[in-house]
């Protein structure tokens, strides 16, 4: 007996809603992830560090935005930031100092939730106390770190990766609350940033705020207390369903980046007539090394080459994405690119945070490779501090 057509739609659906279900529901690109979270938490490490003998000047109660203008600024932009909550130099240097330890613990990927959530508090009150002293870099930073936050960027290169596979299975009766003290502490600390935060900050960043604390004491109960329970597994998905859209996002928003860029460069004269890269090298802020710019300044035929070759690489970037061979070939170009825009234009924040934002495009086996040179590397390291422990000489 034949099947009527009418049911065979269904049935076709039948089938496939399982399987999109279950890609849907899988972490995707975990290690792009990962590398996305090692390179932005190392930016914002070295910025932080960088900029610690100016912080005072920068985004302190040294800077020449006072803090009254500072507010102002503030409201007219609609930003957060908790170092308008007062300018005293104490308060300022435990917002900075937190913001590196969050850094840090994001960067290795311990307890990487409630770190995540820190580092972008911290970034976004560091960086919005004086949004005049940005060089660019600093939009892309306040932008990648709040995606961030909605990625599971932890699952592998990462503490919190290495004590999964170590934890021993435990019944559900055994795990009582507080199994996780570093975590849940994080968690009802937030409490002390979100209570004052609601009378300070706008509804939308409030909201924000709370929605995050609320969503990671679910999470934390559903971990304590109903280990093998339905909720727990439908939370498990959510969070992986919102990581792949988080992924998808950061993709779109680099494509942005690039063709907006790309398109405004080709309005300017300049970027017609091939020229604009020889006015940059002649700008003293943007010499760091004269010599260097002098000898790239001095060939026409390279500032021609290279002033087309920015612009074609940003135009047609988002367009070869459907194809995996030219789009790794302009993804080593452009990566390139930023790396001597780093060195020969003295911008290393900005490019820095540009490479780490096309990694989201490496492809997994190139990540895999490096995974492993760099687990080797480090092997060697721990074989030879052990060798030189063994054979020191007590004086």
């Known amino acids: 007996m034949t099947t009527p057509t009418a049911t065979r739609p269904a049935e076709r659906l039948a089938r496939l809603l399982p399987r999109f279900l279950a890609a849907i529901t899988t972490v995707r690109v975990p290690y792009q992830a990962a590398f996305f979270r090692i390179g932005l938490s190392s ?3 070295a910025f932080l560090l960088r900029e610690w003998p100016n ?9 020449p935005l006072s803090f009254d203008l500072a507010q102002v600024l503030i409201r007219e932009e609609g930003t957060f930031t908790a170092l308008a909550w007062g300018d005293g130099g104490l308060w300022f240097e435990a917002v900075y100092t937190v913001t590196i330890a969050a850094a840090v613990a994001v960067l290795l990927g311990w307890h990487t939730r409630g770190a995540s959530v820190l580092l972008m508090a911290g970034v976004l009150s560091v960086i919005n106390r004086n949004t005049l002293v940005g060089d660019g870099g600093d939009n892309v930073v306040r932008i990648m770190v709040i995606y961030l936050v909605l990625t599971r960027c932890a699952r592998v290169w990462s503490l919190d990766a290495r ?15 507080g199994h996780d003290p ?8 937030a409490v002390a940033v979100l209570v004052p935060l609601s009378s300070y900050a706008t509804p939308g960043w409030s909201l924000a705020f709370w929605t995050l604390w ?47 860029a790309g398109w405004y460069k080709i309005q ?15 700008l003293d802020y943007f010499t760091p090394w004269p010599a260097l710019s002098g000898l790239l300044a001095g060939s026409t035929l390279m500032i021609l ?4 070759l920015t612009v074609m690489v940003q135009v047609a970037f988002p367009f070869t994405l459907a194809n995996r061979k030219v789009k790794n070939v302009l993804l080593a170009v452009m990566i390139a690119e930023h790396l001597g ?3 020969v234009l003295g911008i290393p924040f900005l490019s820095l945070a540009m490479v780490v934002c096309d990694a989201v495009f490496l492809p997994t086996a190139f990540l895999l490779a490096l995974g492993v040179r760099c687990g080797r590397l480090a092997e060697r390291l721990r074989v030879l501090t052990a060798r030189a422990g063994r054979t020191a000489v007590p004086v």
């Open 43 to 45: 930016v914002v490490l």
């Open 55 to 63: 912080r005072h000047v920068l985004y302190g109660n040294h800077s």
């Open 163 to 177: 004590r999964a596979r170590r934890r021993t299975p435990r019944p559900a009766p055994s795990r009582l609350p």
């Open 182 to 189: 570093v975590g849940l502490t994080l968690w009802v600390a």
């Open 214 to 260: 609320a969503v990671q004491g679910l999470w934390y109960a559903a971990e304590l207390w109903f280990p093998r329970h339905e909720a727990r597994a439908v939370l498990d998905a959510a969070a992986s369903m919102l990581h792949n859209g988080a992924m998808i996002v950061i993709a779109a928003q680099v494509c942005l980046i690039y063709a907006t």
């Open 268 to 282: 300017g004269s300049r970027w017609q007539e091939g020229s604009a890269l020889h006015y940059a090298l002649h």
């Open 305 to 308: 080459a290279l002033t087309y």
């Open 341 to 343: 825009i780093a060195v």
